[in-house]
């Protein structure tokens, strides 16, 4: 009732006036909802497209949910050269209870499509970290600025724990003493700076007012009521949001970090650095908000996918298993345990209302 319907009208008014750059609510500049207007580009455009619906609002969040998933897949195929370990982790994002419900996945709000390109973008670097080659560093620098273009400041939120990696790895000098790194960079600044500039010029007073609400607004001071203890975000993911699938991902970090295969480790020390980097940044902020921590259930994903790549692995190592099985046990080891996950995940999609009731009685 707040944030999807304002841009619902956000994109209605859109694809009515033509108007591409200042987004409009009852006709005048919207000064409430600053952020950048990819998301509302998009609902714009499928409007157009299939008519004023509910589906065009919201098609765009299952969409970045689906590349999501895909994201993950190709990740594995890249890095671990198989496609277990991205087809389990897609597994654990869409049966995580953050993930799949209002204001993620299921409504036209930005955080699907800021997942996506958030994890895009970090993902990207990793494997630049890896392998040197350059089009990581591009790919990097466009999934960077299309995050920050979905939802302003909050798309560079995974930075700090990325530089943190790169400290850890030493690897300064594959960036700065690279000149692919400055044609990305500038690529990256130019795209955010025109959409800034332009809206500024049209619309004057928009930067100062994106300055009081995503900095000073939102960040250094409690706004409409939600303040929340420093631990919020902890106990709303152990409680409600993951629930079984942080208990997981703990148990895969360890295995992941204890792994005798470099891939592993590498792989599990960069989840968890991004992971307790964005924790200490939101959790820092004044203003707290439920729906701030879906950026974690990719990295949540990852770490617990690590305890089923173990399996799988160990399973074929077993050359009798491995032989006379092959895919049969790691689809049965799969079926069992996501029967449960997947099967409540349906349930709260077909019922949300009463999953809902069910999620309070529970939680009295």
Known sequence: ?????????????????????????????????????????????????????????????????????????????????????????????????????????????????????????????????????????????????????????????????????????????????NKHFYIGAGIFLMGVASYYLFREYYNPGYLLTVWNNELGGRYLKTIEGHNHPFDFYYKLLKEKQAYVWFYIAIIGSIIGLCSIDKKTRKLTLFSLILFFSYFLVISSGQTKLAWYSAPFFPLIALLSAIIFHFIFVKLQENQWIHKNFKYYIPILILMIAFICPYQNTLERVQSPKKWMHAMKISMK
């Not at 859109?14 to 591409?20: E, I, T, Y």
């Not at 619906?53 to 897949?73: K, Y």
Request: some cysteine; charged content about 10%; proline content about 3%.
């Open 1 to 177: 009732m707040w944030d999807e319907s304002r841009l619902a009208i956000n994109a209605y008014e859109m694809q009515k006036s033509g108007n591409l750059i200042v987004t409009t609510h009852a006709g005048e500049p919207d000064m409430w909802n600053t952020k950048p207007p990819l998301m509302i580009w998009c609902q714009a455009s499928l409007m157009k497209l299939i008519g004023v619906n509910e589906i065009a609002v919201r098609l765009p969040s299952a969409i970045a949910a689906l590349f999501t998933c895909g994201l993950l897949v190709a990740f594995s195929l890249i890095y671990f050269k198989n496609f277990w370990f991205g087809c389990i982790a897609s597994l654990v994002l869409v049966t995580t209870n953050g993930y799949l419900n209002h204001h993620v996945a299921r409504t036209g709000d930005y955080d699907s499509l800021l997942i996506f390109f958030m994890m895009a973008y970090s993902i990207c670097l990793f494997l630049y970290t890896q392998t040197a080659r350059k089009k990581y560093l591009y790919l990097f620098f466009l999934s960077l600025m299309l995050a920050v273009l979905t939802k302003g400041i909050a798309g560079l939120m995974f930075i700090p724990g990325l530089l943190i990696f790169i400290a850890c790895l030493k690897e300064w000098s594959i960036f700065f003493k």
